[in-house]
Every structure is written in structure tokens, then in C-alpha cells.
């Protein structure tokens, strides 16, 4: 069995996750040496897209048609697939819900007219999932080296990494953090990923959920503990909608018609 | 008082300790249906096979480890009276389970184990026997049957009620048709459906077969049942209705164990731990212990 | 149980002669709350009720690798560290005690067996605080579990010793303490008065194993279960909570696997949940309600006292306000202004 090979991809993203690998100075080369990387154009314009893939990880949101067609090409070449950052796992701030207006009319009010950027026809940013099946994600925006060796290992040793199913507090208790929640901080740590080791709170700033939100996440009860501790609930539906995605947003335009009865314009 | 240098103590014994896996070989596999593969293995080690595989009870499990992907319980489907390996039947269902089947005969995977309670055999001597298994719990179910079989004079009568989707969800065919032949205890197979049309025994739900259970003496019956939890409560009736005592009922259950020997939680129900306390349980630990299934 | 009495003065000396030892670990201050931390016992500060994080921090590694594979073989990679670890209190040691028979019960566990064998265990007197309950749990002393036990006294500590190396330890420093006089043990007496009057919490704990049994299917659960955020944190800082993850991780920087146990909590929507995704306990209430009954019913059952020792670290780190207080005022019937009781969560 040779070694895997691999190709990293940005879509509609600020490429920071493509950077941070690049950032992975001291195990650059170590990276090299396990996979044999086949395109992985911020480091190197040489790439060879002819051959089958074994890991594809794709950074970015879907966000026009040149992204779709790309990522249905990666897809169709690659065993697994990992979609890499908030944008590729959730759909990135660019996705965050902003109200009950179509996209097209936000699109509008952007820029200016319908037709206004021609490279590409836009879609709604969406991530991966939205459209191709995704084997495994690495959320956080942007990703981590750790948790990024992490699971660089696994797939070189030919196995699909899985991430934790739980919030970030464990990780921040694990740090003997004191609770910025019962400080009266706002903090999304209770419905957000856990795996980035709890950074954020561990300097003392509350967690604004770049590893987006948990599977299980109790946002309801999360809105009525802030509101509890004397926030607003268009600010706290601010705060969740920053890396909400996609999904939260659906849930939040829904659970916002239910207590207001109408939209969070 | 003479002075110790060092009062604390750091020493690591290595042979101690119950978490480190032992690693075996596949001998054999093959698939019992499209989902379930059979794997018989043994320890490499040559001096534990004998010792590992002679003192497990029927109803026992192991963890099996995967290095990378991790560790899961599976129940032994072989019997201790035939020794020198293990054999397990394992269906295709996540992450551990898909590399297992990427395996090949010679590959390795690593055990430890035996763990659980596993089924009141000595308890059982003397005793009828009613099995009753359902799809998948023929794996944990053939363990104790050809237990029974193999001490065949410790028992009274032997019923061994099999029921699977159909024909080719049934788990050791040829080995329970086989068994149709004998004389000395009753098996019985039904299909829910058979789209073959060549299936030459019943077809209906496992409980129907219950008509055949004749002449066992109740006050003295032990009733096993495995199989999907939907299907407990139908066979559970049935015993009930024979008048089996809810003592002598036992089911074995399965939950998620990340270490075998009652730490870890995951398989906590109530104040038991099922790789502890179970994965055998009587009908009436099911009633007190809520949750349980 | 032998006693001596030590200067107060006599306390920072004596603990740094212990880093012989091994590292001496202590609470210090971190923020408004105390941690376990190896400093010099000159920052140690005798006042912390609670850490964040109770000691068993020592024994269970929050994460740690206990299995390497390489070439082929799994090894043990037990990593046992000598420490002495001051500042224990009654109710941290109970919990310790459960610890150390749920360890060591039927399966030995040789990671905790190793750690514990390789510390020093120091007791400290408290004095309790609004959140404390030890009273309520029968926790609020202790007879065994440590190594030395101190309380402190208005201008001394009494020293018990409470093992035959606890006994050694004091021997070689005999300088440092002195034999006790009536007058020491009539100063006592009075501090356990004002101590036993300090205890706030009004609640009582007597038949509580039965009430939880029986309110198995009490809508408390799901009400609680709407505003619980299983977040884990009352797990987490629970000193009696044992529960465990085991991981497997792939370290490219040295090519070898590492088996990794890390703490892990019954609140976590995936500890039930089988291969193929059945999950025996979808709903956050029966999570829930199965940390409650398995605290104060189940190891009833099992050890013959609740797992609940009355540090009252859950009632000071949940941030909905459930917790083990606040759940048996709602089992007992008794109104309480929880939050979960007065904000009704609108579930979707």
C-alpha cells in the first residue's frame, strides 16, 4: 500500500484553514512524508488533478456554482472527504441566518442588483453537506493544528476520525476554568462543539461557537439563561446566529416566530 | 522506627493490568448474511490459549480493539467445551465494525476478556431448557446451546426456538438444520417471510413456535431469551404463559462499554453495570431496574 | 487515632520538607475560586472551601494515555507520579473513599491503584460555607482515607494520623510537633460546636433513596430535563464521579498510537447511544434523572451511602441552578426558587 493521497481545496472562505495547515511548520514535513499530496494549490502551484484521492479536505462555503461544480469534482475522485472550518462544516458566517427575507432580496440589498457579480452565479452559502456526503468534519474557524494532526493521523492510518459529541464546558473544566456563564458573561460554551480545548474561555473571553453548534444543542434553554442574566434576546440571538450555520438558523427563525411572533428583521 | 527512603510508591507491574489486549490472529470468516460475518480467531500467545479459551461461560463477552478505531464488547458465540479459539458474529454497524470487515483471514485484532456474568450454567444443571433467540441473538444464544449439548446428560429436555427475518437473515443455517436431525433435544426454525419459497420449515413471528413447547416441567424450567428488545415482551408473554417463574427467565442486553470491569459507566442501568452485573439478566432484574430494556 | 499538635508557624516548613517526597500539591487561589496547584506551600491558602475541580484530578487524569501501540504491541503507559496533596477536606476524602472502592472493587484498576500508591494524602479542617451539606450527608468528618488530617485550631492544628506512613512522615519530623494536653482537646470540642452551628442548607436527606425510587416517572425530570444544557459541568466537578471515554489517537510528530481515557459524563448525548445509533437514553431527562438515582439511589444499593458528599460543587457550577439541592427540594415537595422552577423553558 503506498501512501495516501491527499488534496487540500478552499472554496468560498477566507482560506484561513489552508493557512493553518501551511502554519503546521514543525510538522509540515512530517505531513508530507505520511501522504503523498496531490494538489494543495496555497503551497504549491505544482498539482496534478488527474488521479483518484484518498482524503479530500475541502475548506469553504458553497456559495456560487463554480463552488458546486468544484466540490461534486473532488467528491467524485475522493474516497473520504473532510470538510475543514466552520464554512465547510456549518456554511460560515456568510450563511448565518440575518432574518426572514429571502437570500436573494439580502443579496440585493448587498449588492446593489441582482446581477451584480458575474465570475459566478451565486447560490445561498451552504455547507459541504448541503450538497455531497461528507465523512468527516474538523469545525473551528479557524481550524487548530492539534485537533488537524489529530486527525491527520487517523486518516493516514486509514481510518475516519470522529469528533466529540459534547460542548465545550468539558473542555473548559478539564482546564479548571471558572465559569464565565455564572460571571455573567456571555458565553457559548454550553451548545457549541467542544475540541478546540476551550481557548477562548480559557482567556477569559466568552465562547462565540466556532466549532458550531452541538447536535444536541438546548438552545432554548440557552436564550432563557442569558436573558436570565440581563441580555436581550435580539442579542443573544446575534450572538447565536454569528457561527449558527445553516441549520441553527432554520431553528432559530422558527423558535424566534414562536416567542415574537413574527421576524427578527 | 527505621526510616523507609521512599514511603510512596511508583511501581508498574505490567502483567497486572486488565486494560492492555492480547493479540490474536483470524483464523477463519465468513459471512452468515449480508450484514453478519462469522470470524473464529485465536491468541497468538500459545501459553493463554488454552487457559483463555476453556474458562470463559457461555454469555460472556470480550473487547475487541482495533488500534486506531478503538474497542468494543461482543458477546463469545463459541462454546468453551470446544476450546483453542473464539468465534464471534458480528454485524456491520459502525465505525469499529466497518475496519473489522476490511479484515482479512491472518490480520489481527486484539482481545481481552473474558467480562460479564454470562449465563447461570451450573444453576441450569439438572433443569429444562427453553432458548428462544431472535435474528442476531443466535450469536450470544449458540454459546450457551452448544454448551448444553455438548453436556447434554447434566440437562432434562432441551427446545431451541429460532425465528429470523427470513432465509437469509438466519445465522448458522446449515449448523441448525443440522441439529433438526437430532433426537435428543428439539430444534425449531421459522421464517416472518420467505420470498424464497424454499424455506422447508415454518414461517411466522418466534412466538409461534411456542406450540411445539410440550411436556416441560415448569417448577423446573430454565428460559432463555435473545434477540432485538422488540421482540422480548412477545417472548416474554409466552413464558409467562407457560408459567415459567420470572427468576428463572434470563435475557442478556446490550449497551455501550468502553472497559468491561464496571468503571467506565457507559453501561450503567440504575445502580447496575451491564458488563458487571449483566449482560445476563433475570426477567425480574428487567422489572426492578427500570430502563433496562 | 494518634494526635499531635503543630505551630501554626511550623505548617509551611513541614510541607516543603514533604516535596522528598514528591510534589507537593496544594489549593491556591484563581480567580474568585481555588485550584489544586504545585507551588510553595507558602501560597497555599487554608481558607478555599472548594476547589473548581476536586482531587480526583490525581487519580483519574482528566485525559491520559494508558496504552501505547507500537510495532505491534500494545504497552502499558502507566505514568505514575510521586505527590503529596495538601488540603483535603472531610467531604473530599469521603469522596476519595468512594474512589477508591468503586477502583478497586471486583476489577482493580491499576492507573488509579498506581496513582494512589504514589500519593500523599493530607487532610484540612473547614469551615463551611452557605453551599456546604456535608451535614446533611453524614460526610462532615472523616475517620480514614488519609495519610495525616489537620485541623486547624485558633493558634495550632491538631495532626491525626491516619496510616502507618503518615506515622513514618511524622516521625522523622518530631521536632516539628508535639504531644496534645487536655486543654488541646477541650479547644477542639469547642470548635466542632461552632463548626456543627455554622452549617446552613435546610434539608433533609432521610429517605431520600426511597422518595427517588418512587419518583421515577415524576414530571420533575422532563421540567429539568428542558432547562438542563448537559453541558457535563456538574459531572465533571462531582468528586464521587468516576465515568470515563476511551480514545484512540494516531501521534504522526512520533508515529505511535496512543490509548487515551478521558473524563467523560452521563449528561453527554452519546454515552448510551450503541453502534447504529439506538440510543438508550435519547432525552436529557433520563440522563438526568439517571445521574440523580444513580447518585443517591444506586450507590445506596451498592456501598450502603449515597455517592453525594455534601460539597456543594454542584450547586455552585451548574448555571441553570440544577443540582443535587435544588432537585431534592423538588423530589421532597419542598418550593424552591431554582431556576429551572421559575423559568418554564419553551421547548420547540
Known amino acids: 500500500m503506498g501512501k495516501p493521497k491527499i488534496g487540500i481545496y478552499g472554496l468560498t472562505g477566507c482560506a484561513g484553514d489552508q493557512l493553518n495547515i501551511l502554519n503546521c511548520e514543525d510538522e509540515l514535513l512530517k505531513i508530507f512524508d505520511i501522504f503523498e499530496v496531490k494538489s494543495f494549490v496555497m503551497a504549491s502551484r505544482a498539482k496534478d488533478e488527474s488521479v ?22 473532488v467528491r467524485e475522485k475522493s474516497r ?47 455547507p459541504l453537506s448541503a450538497y455531497v456526503k461528507v465523512d468527516a468534519v474538523l469545525p473551528g474557524c479557524p481550524i487548530e493544528k492539534e485537533p488537524f494532526l489529530k486527525m491527520a493521523g487517523l486518516l493516514a492510518q486509514g481510518v475516519i476520525p470522529k469528533n466529540p459529541d459534547y460542548p465545550v464546558c468539558a473542555e473548559c473544566k478539564w482546564k479548571e476554568n471558572e465559569c464565565l456563564l455564572l ?51 435580539d442579542a443573544v440571538i446575534k450572538r447565536f446566529s454569528i457561527f449558527g450555520g445553516t441549520e441553527r438558523g432554520e431553528k432559530l427563525a422558527k423558535y424566534i416566530e414562536s416567542v415574537k411572533g413574527g421576524c427578527n428583521g | 522506627m527505621k526510616e523507609r527512603v521512599d514511603i510512596l510508591k511508583c511501581e508498574v507491574h505490567e502483567e497486572e493490568n486488565p486494560y492492555v489486549p492480547e493479540r490474536a490472529r483470524i483464523i477463519r470468516k465468513y459471512d452468515l448474511t449480508n450484514d453478519v460475518r462469522f470470524f473464529q480467531v485465536r491468541l497468538c500467545n500459545h501459553e493463554k490459549v488454552m487457559e483463555w479459551t476453556t474458562k470463559y461461560k457461555p454469555g460472556q463477552f470480550m473487547m475487541l480493539s482495533i488500534p486506531n478505531v478503538g474497542e468494543a464488547p461482543f458477546s463469545i458465540t463459541s462454546t468453551p467445551t470446544r476450546p483453542g479459539i473464539f468465534e464471534f458474529c458480528i454485524r456491520k454497524v459502525g465505525r469499529l465494525t466497518g475496519k473489522l470487515f476490511e479484515l482479512r483471514e491472518n490480520d489481527f485484532v486484539w482481545l481481552r476478556g473474558p467480562f460479564g456474568n454470562g449465563f447461570p450454567v451450573e444453576k441450569m444443571r439438572g433443569k429444562d431448557l427453553l432458548f428462544v433467540a431472535g435474528g442476531l441473538g443466535a450469536a450470544p444464544l449458540r454459546s450457551v446451546l452448544l454448551y448444553a449439548l455438548d453436556y447434554r446428560e447434566r440437562f432434562g429436555k432441551i427446545y431451541y426456538l429460532y425465528g429470523a427475518k427470513n432465509p437469509d437473515e438466519m445465522l448458522f443455517k446449515d449448523e441448525f438444520f443440522g441439529m433438526k436431525e437430532r433426537q435428543d433435544f428439539d430444534c425449531y426454525l421459522t421464517v416472518d417471510s420467505d420470498p424464497t419459497g424454499e424455506w ?27 434477540g432485538p428488545p422488540v421482540m422480548y415482551k412477545f417472548v416474554v408473554q409466552e413464558f409467562m404463559k407457560l408459567g415459567i417463574h420470572e427468576e428463572n427467565i434470563y435475557m442478556t442486553l446490550e449497551r455501550k462499554m468502553k472497559c468491561g470491569m464496571g468503571k467506565c459507566g457507559q453501561c450503567v442501568v440504575g445502580h447496575k453495570y451491564t458488563c458487571i452485573d449483566g449482560p445476563v439478566f433475570t426477567l425480574w432484574d428487567v422489572k426492578t431496574i427500570r430502563n433496562l430494556i | 487515632m494518634r494526635v499531635f499538635k503543630m505551630e501554626k508557624g511550623n505548617l509551611v516548613p513541614f510541607l516543603r520538607s514533604l516535596e522528598e517526597f514528591g510534589e507537593v500539591w496544594g489549593p491556591v487561589k484563581k480567580g474568585n475560586s481555588f485550584v489544586y496547584a504545585h507551588e510553595d506551600p507558602e501560597k497555599f491558602d487554608l481558607s478555599a472551601i472548594r476547589t473548581l475541580i476536586p482531587a480526583k484530578k490525581f487519580f483519574l487524569p482528566k485525559v491520559a494515555t494508558i496504552l501505547k501501540f507500537k510495532n505491534g504491541a500494545w504497552t502499558d503507559n502507566r505514568e505514575c507520579k510521586k505527590r503529596v496533596i495538601f488540603g483535603l477536606h472531610p467531604c473530599d476524602l469521603h469522596a476519595l473513599n468512594i474512589y477508591h472502592e468503586f477502583y478497586t472493587r471486583i476489577y482493580e484498576d491499576p492507573y488509579y491503584t498506581s496513582n494512589r500508591e504514589a500519593t500523599l494524602i493530607i487532610g484540612l479542617s473547614c469551615l463551611p460555607d452557605d453551599n456546604c451539606f456535608c451535614n446533611l450527608t453524614d460526610t462532615s468528618t472523616i475517620e480514614e482515607g488519609f495519610d495525616l488530617f489537620f485541623t486547624e485550631l485558633d493558634d495550632k492544628f491538631l495532626v491525626w494520623v491516619g496510616s502507618p506512613r503518615g506515622d513514618e512522615v511524622l516521625a522523622k519530623r518530631k521536632d516539628m510537633v508535639e504531644d496534645i494536653t487536655q486543654n488541646d482537646i477541650k479547644e477542639y470540642i469547642e470548635w466542632r460546636k461552632k463548626r456543627e452551628k455554622m452549617f446552613k442548607v435546610d434539608l433533609s436527606f432521610t429517605g431520600l433513596p426511597e422518595i427517588v425510587s418512587a419518583s421515577y416517572d415524576s414530571d420533575i425530570w422532563d421540567k429539568m430535563g428542558a432547562a438542563c444544557l448537559s453541558c457535563g459541568t456538574c459531572t465533571m466537578v462531582c468528586p464521587s464521579c468516576t465515568c470515563f471515554d476511551v480514545e484512540d489517537e494516531y501521534d504522526i510528530r512520533n508515529d505511535e498510537l496512543n490509548r487515551k481515557r478521558k473524563w467523560y459524563s452521563c449528561f453527554f448525548r452519546e454515552y448510551s447511544m450503541v453502534a447504529g445509533g439506538h440510543n438508550f437514553r435519547e432525552a436529557r431527562a433520563e440522563r438526568l434523572r439517571l445521574w440523580y438515582t444513580h447518585k443517591l439511589v444506586g450507590f445506596m444499593s451498592e456501598y450502603g451511602e449515597p455517592a453525594c458528599v455534601g460539597c456543594g460543587r454542584c450547586v455552585v457550577s451548574c448555571p441553570v441552578g440544577i443540582n443535587v ?20 423553558v419553551k421547548q420547540l
Open chain 1, 52 to 73: 483518484p484521492l484518498d482524503v479530500a479536505f475541502v475548506e469553504g462555503s458553497v456559495s456560487t456554482e463554480k463552488d458546486l461544480e468544484e466540490l461534486k469534482k
Open chain 2, 200 to 226: 422447508p420449515y415454518d414461517i411466522g413471528v418466534v412466538t409461534t413456535l411456542f406450540k411445539y413447547v410440550k411436556d416441560i416441567d415448569v417448577e423446573n424450567t430454565v428460559a432463555v431469551v435473545c
Open chain 1, 183 to 233: 460571571k455573567g458573561e456571555m458565553c457559548l460554551g454550553p451548545i457549541t462543539n467542544s475540541g478546540c480545548g476551550a481557548i477562548c474561555p480559557s482567556h477569559n473571553i466568552g465562547c462565540i461557537g466556532c466549532w458550531g453548534p452541538i447536535e444536541e444543542e438546548n438552545f432554548a434553554a440557552g436564550i432563557a439563561l442569558l436573558e436570565s442574566k440581563g441580555y436581550t434576546l
Open chain 1, 80 to 126: 473520504i472527504l473532510v470538510a475543514i472550518g466552520h464554512c465547510a462544516v456549518f456554511g460560515g458566517v456568510q450563511s448565518m441566518y440575518m432574518g426572514c427575507e429571502a437570500w436573494m432580496e439580502r443579496y440585493k440589498k448587498v449588492y446593489g442588483k441582482e446581477d451584480a457579480v458575474t465570475i459566478s452565479p451565486p447560490l445561498e452559502p451552504r
Open chain 3, 325 to 344: 439541592l435544588s432537585v431534592v427540594r423538588a423530589l421532597t415537595g419542598e418550593k424552591n426558587d431554582a431556576f429551572w422552577a421559575k423559568t418554564e
